[in-house]
């Protein structure tokens, strides 16, 4: 029954999630905003890093690919911090525009630029566990993935309510974690799977697209794929708005638009 009830309860606290996103346009242009940014700035590095790696240039190769993890990161990181302050402006009953949230976002410049570093490193030893490292190598770097995940979670609402550099930063989102693990935990988990359900039917119609190929089959991978981009921006609004509103409960002990009583009673 514990494990039902945890379903029940994070499938709850996606509906709250999803319900903020809805009342405001801005959390959504903002996460689209975020996502065709961080492609943009990538796109150019990135190709140079092919080359420079295809063509055994590896030192380059390497910087590049560094600077296309950084411009990806930051991006999103940016917009991420947006998000916060206006899904923070939505469950106080105001009017959350991306200008507004942007300009918010850009007071925390300094803070967004170092976390952007700290997780480009991270990022970069990571995949060279995974490539360098054989099996044992791929494993252990899926479990510093995952475990990076988790512990960084609530950093981008630190930076946004709090405005700390990123060593601090990632402290603090650390114990934060290790205070609301269970809210934490839940609340993703059900968020993503909840979008990973919702995607089937995309990710269905890009596959039988390209098996039927031609003209409808083109048409019917673009809308597939289309699909998944949409559910993918609503996904992230949806998410870095649940961070934000779990950074209140944790600091504040106001639980806002959840009932207090799902997320008081997700560690038990």
Do not use: H
Not at 2 to 22: A, C, D, E, N
Not at 114 to 128: D, E, F, H, K
Not at 258 to 265: Q, R, S
């Amino acid at each position: 029954m514990g494990g039902v009830s945890r379903i029940s309860r994070g499938w709850r606290l996606t509906k709250v999630s999803l319900s903020i996103v809805r009342q405001d346009a801005a959390l959504t242009g903002l996460a689209l905003l975020g996502l065709v940014v961080a492609v943009l700035l990538a796109a150019i590095p990135l190709i140079g890093a092919a080359f420079a790696l295809g063509g055994d240039q590896n030192v380059i190769g390497w910087i590049l690919l560094a600077v296309t993890v950084f411009a990806a990161y930051f991006a999103l990181t940016f917009f991420g911090v947006a998000i916060v302050f206006a899904a923070n402006d939505v469950v106080q009953g105001k009017d959350a525009t991306v200008g507004s949230a942007c300009g918010a976002a850009m007071g925390r410049l300094g803070p967004i630029v170092g976390w952007a570093i700290v997780g480009t490193v991270v990022n970069l030893l990571l995949s060279a566990l995974r490539d360098r490292g054989g099996i044992a190598g791929a494993i252990l770097a899926g479990l510093g993935g995952a475990a990076w995940s988790l512990i960084s979670f609530l950093a981008v609402p630190v930076i946004a309510f709090e405005g700390l550099g990123p060593f601090a930063t990632l402290k603090r989102s650390a114990s934060l974690f290790r205070e609301r693990w269970g809210e934490q935990v839940t609340g993703t988990v059900s968020i993503g799977l909840v979008f990973f359900l919702a995607s089937l039917p995309a990710l269905g119609l890009v596959v039988v697209g390209l098996m039927v190929g031609g003209v409808f089959g083109a048409v019917l991978a673009v809308i597939g794929v289309l699909g998944a981009l949409a559910l993918g921006v609503v996904s992230r609004a949806a998410s870095a708005t649940f961070g934000a509103m779990l950074y209140r409960y944790a600091t504040t002990g106001e639980s806002g638009p959840f009932p207090e009583a799902e997320l008081a009673g997700i560690a038990r």
